[in-house]
């Protein structure tokens, strides 16, 4: 069984940072690890996703060259740095995990392990 436990979210101004953290129990060797978000009102939204053991992150189009997806496996911990916030980045914030697939995407569909969330509001 997979535990997922996000931190690190907040209040910034645009153009401010902030680093999310994803506490991972449990083995996720050879699955699909992701960051996803939802705004009121709107859909869930894939922001970066790769798969272990050794995939390279893939980002969702709003978000390259801003945020970036890392792990810790030492710590057992999936990371999202993310950079030049901006207003429309406001939402809660998923860590996710699959190993329904290695084709690791974008879609919240394939994820089957959800963490509780953490607030990122970004004010103008």
């Known amino acids: 069984q997979v535990r997922l436990v996000e931190s690190g979210g907040g209040s910034v101004q645009a153009g401010g940072s902030l680093k999310l953290s994803c506490a991972i129990s449990?083995?996720?060797?050879?699955?699909?690890l992701g960051w996803f978000r939802q705004a009121p009102g709107k859909e869930r939204e894939g922001v970066a996703t790769l798969w272990t053991p050794y995939g390279s992150p893939i980002y969702a189009d709003s978000v390259k060259g801003r945020f970036t997806l890392s792990r810790d496996t030492g710590k057992n911990t999936l990371y999202l740095q993310m950079n030049s916030l901006k207003p429309d980045d406001t939402a809660m914030y998923y860590c996710?995990?699959?190993?329904?697939?290695?084709?690791?995407?974008?879609?919240?569909?394939?994820?089957?392990?959800w963490g509780q969330g953490t607030q990122v509001t970004v004010s103008s």
């Open positions: 996710a995990a699959t190993s329904r697939t290695r084709d690791c995407r974008l879609d919240p569909t394939v994820y089957n392990y």
């Open positions: 449990g083995s996720t060797w050879n699955y699909c």
